[in-house]
C-alpha cells in the first residue's frame, strides 16, 4: 500500500465509510472530478477520527497499480483544491493512498470488481456455524456476494451467499502464482519465471507537507490559534 498524508485543521469525530456524512459528500464532490481527469478511480472515501482518507486506484480491469508519482499529484491537486474551495472546517488530516494488493471490501461495488479473485471474510454474527469464509468470489450484487468455499464428493461447486448487512470485514486474498495444475510441478517445484509479482509490491510511503487552514506548513498535528 503506498500512503501519502497531508494534515490540516478538523473537528470531525467516528469512523464513518464514504457517503454517510455531510463532510464526507463534500470531500466526495472534491475528489471524483480530480481522479477522474487523471484517468484514475475513487476506490474508497472514509473518515476515522480526524483524519480523511481517499483511496484511489487505477480503473477496474486496468492491468496496472497506481504508482508514488500518480498518488503525489493527486495528493497536490486534491490540497490545493481543499484550500480554495476549503469545505470542512476545523483541523483535520488528509491521507491519500492506493488499495494494496490485499484490498479492503466495505462497499457493493468493491466487491463486484473483484470478482474471480479469492477472499477472506468474518461475518458479524458470533454464533455462526463458520464465521470466517475464505474461497473464491463468483458474484455480488447490490446486497449479497457469493463466495465458492469449496467442492462437493460429486465435484460440485459449494457457494455461499452472505448478506452485506452480516459481513463484519472482508479483503481480497492475494495469491502468489498460478494455481498448481493435475500433473504439474509439485509445490516447491514452480519455475522462478512463473512466480508473480503482486501488484503495488513496489509501493513505498512519503510524506507531503502539512496543510493548515491558511497555509501549507510542515507537518505538525498542533492547533492553530
Known sequence: M??????APTRAEGGLTMGSH???DRLREIVIPIVDDLGLDLYDLE????TFRVTVDTPPGSERGIDLDELALVTRSIS???DHVDPIPGRYTLEVTSPGVERTLRTPEHFAREIGKTVSVRL?????AERRLNGL?????ADTATIRVGIDDEGQPLDQV????GIDRARTVFEWGPAPKPGGPKKGQESRANRATPR???SSGGEVPVRDSQDITPSTTEETP
Open 2 to 7: 503506498t500512503t501519502m498524508t497531508n494534515e
Open 47 to 50: 473518515q476515522r477520527g480526524g
Open 22 to 24: 455531510p463532510a464526507i
Open 124 to 128: 458479524r454474527d458470533p454464533e455462526a
Open 137 to 141: 468470489l463468483v458474484a455480488a450484487d
Open 162 to 165: 452472505i448478506r452485506f448487512d
Open 80 to 82: 490545493r483544491e481543499l
Open 200 to 202: 503495488g509490491a513496489e
